[in-house]
C-alpha cells in the first residue's frame, strides 16, 4: 500500500476527469498555425511527401497531413504546430488551415443528419475496421477506452459485431484486399449508421494515395459524417470529436 502511495504522489493522477477540458504535453503537434512570415513558397511545398501543403495562400490539408513537423522544422517563422486537439469535423474543407483565415466551426450543424442527435446523443456503438492499417491509429482509438480517457462514461464504446453497432470507424487507407470485407461490415450495421473517418489514411490515402493496391470507391458510395484527422489520431480528438457530432441539439 505505501508502494502505491509513492507511485500516486511521483505520478500523479492519470484519469482525466473531463476530456473536453483535458491538456496535452507540448510535443503533441495539433492544429497547425500559419504565421504570417514570408517564405520561399515553393520550398514550402516541396517539403509534404503528401502534398498537403498548398500556396498563395499558404494552407495545410489536415487529411492529407501526416503531422511529421518537417514544414515546422524548416520553416519555424511560418508555420506552427498548436496542442489544439479538437480538429474533428464533419465537412472535408474545414480540414483545410489557411493563413489568414479564421479558424471555422468545428463541425457545420446543418450537413449533421437529424437522426445522429435523435438516436445516439446518449449511446452509441461503433465497429472499427482496418481497411489496410498500420496498427497506429487502431491503437490509439483502443486507448479511447482505457482507464486515462474513458470514452464509455460518455456512452461511446467499440463492439465486436457489426451487427451491434450504431455505425463505422474506418482506419487505414482502404486497400483491394479490405474493400470487400469493408463493404459487408457496412450493410451488416442497421440503419441508421454512421461513418467516421479515422487518420489521415482513411481520409485521403495519405502516403499511401493513388497506389494501385488501394480500392476507395466505398467512400464514393456513402457519406462520411465525421473525418478526425491525425497521423495517428489523438484519443481526444477522437473522443470530443464524436461527442460534438452526437450531442442533443434544439429542434428548429
Known sequence: MLDNLKILF??????????RTAAVPGIFRGRPEILPARVNEAELTALCPTGAIGAAPVRIDLGKCLFCGECAFVFPDKIRFTTDYNMA????????????????????????????SDYFSGSLKLRQVSAGGDNSCEMEL????????????????????PRHADGLVITGPITKNMAEPLQI???????PKIIILAGTDAISGGIFEGSPALDRRFLDRYPVDLYVPGNPVHPLT???????????????
Request: charged share 30%; with cysteine.
Open 142 to 161: 483502443n486507448a479511447c477506452g482505457n482507464v486515462n480517457f474513458d470514452m464509455g462514461r460518455y456512452g461511446i464504446e467499440f463492439v465486436a459485431s
Open 185 to 191: 461490415c457496412y450493410e451488416a450495421i442497421p440503419d
Open 238 to 252: 477522437f473522443i470530443n470529436g464524436v461527442l460534438e457530432l452526437i450531442r442533443k441539439r434544439a429542434k428548429q
Open 89 to 116: 469535423t464533419n465537412e472535408r474543407q474545414r480540414l483545410v488551415v489557411a493563413e489568414g483565415a479564421e479558424m471555422p466551426v468545428r463541425l457545420n450543424p446543418d450537413l449533421i443528419r437529424k437522426e445522429i
Open 10 to 19: 511521483r505520478q500523479g493522477k492519470q484519469y482525466i476527469p473531463d476530456v
